[in-house]
């Protein structure tokens, strides 16, 4: 989980390769990454429930 601070949840090109590495890395040692959350200034996006975990 991080946030923006610029309030804007949207998750950068950044966010999706660095999110998609550390899933990547965690399945070598057998767990699991559920979800990634950013957080915004009144809101969140779960990139999970966007397609990208």
Do not use: C, W
């Amino acid at each position: 989980m991080h946030n923006h601070p610029s309030g804007d949840p949207t998750p950068s090109q950044v966010d999706i390769t660095l999110t998609q590495q550390i899933a990547q890395a965690a399945d070598l040692f057998g767990i699991v990454l559920h979800d990634h959350l950013i957080l915004g200034k009144e809101t969140e996006v779960s990139l999970r429930a966007e397609g990208y975990v």
